[in-house]
């Protein structure tokens, strides 16, 4: 059985067993905050879906306002005068055939990545590499476009992927420690929202169950679903 820590026994002796609102808990973590590193702020929504169905999947994306703290490295692989868009508007890796057999070949020194849909026929094979890492390209979240420096922008300024897992529960970043309370209540809100946004038609009863937040080190705090309204 594993031992818990006296500074993490500390911080979770200031939670109080009840729920919080998205701004209370924020400033909370930031309180019981212990650990002497940026540590990142994550949401965990547990959902009353079953992944195993194909119209109860939950996924999309969306721009936190504040951010995630850090500027990602983006790659794209493209053709043509796409190359040069991707440049232009501030790609860190571009190229094509040849960015995709590195790739094949198991580089993956980037935080996303994005194709031009002329480009799948070669990027497709890469499933294998990309898919478990959560970097592979796909329509449903803006990563295969012609439009790159539209999906370059937004991934620069903070735009980030919810999927739910096998499990029924989406885990996301929303921000660093160093963050205000606001920005890191905003960034979590509009998270929420585009969750509520994304609930399956298939979906019957209580859509949300349950949502944490939590440093990469702290207890976990729950938020109040009927100040959220997530019903």
């Not at 309370?181 to 969750?195: F, G, P, R, W, Y």
């Amino acid at each position: 059985m594993s031992k818990v820590g006296k500074k993490y026994e500390a911080a979770k002796k200031q939670i109080e067993p009840r729920p919080y609102t998205v701004a209370d808990a924020m400033g909370l973590l930031k309180k019981v905050h212990f650990a002497k590193f940026n540590e990142t702020i994550e949401v965990h929504m547990r959902l009353g879906v079953d992944p195993k169905h194909a119209d109860q999947m939950v996924r999309g994306t969306v721009v936190l306002p504040h951010g995630l703290g850090k500027s990602k490295k983006v790659c794209v692989i493209a053709s043509g005068d796409k190359i040069r868009e991707a440049e232009t508007a501030g790609a860190d890796i571009v190229g094509g055939e040849d960015i995709v057999e590195k790739i094949a070949g198991g580089w993956t020194d980037f935080d996303a990545c994005i194709a031009t849909p002329d480009m799948m026929r070669s990027v497709g094979r890469l499933g294998k590499v990309l898919g478990p890492r959560g970097l592979m390209p796909n329509p449903k979240t803006g990563s295969v476009t012609f439009d790159v420096a539209k999906a370059i922008k937004e991934v620069k300024a903070g735009k980030v992927e919810f999927r739910v897992d096998n499990t029924g529960i989406i885990h996301v970043p929303v921000g660093k420690i160093e963050f205000s309370k606001d920005q890191l209540s905003e960034n979590a809100q509009t998270l929420i929202d585009s969750v509520m946004k994304a609930r399956p038609a298939a979906v019957k009863g209580r859509y949300v169950k349950r949502i944490t937040i939590a440093s990469t080190m702290s207890p976990g705090i729950d938020l109040d679903l009927v100040a959220l309204d997530a019903k």
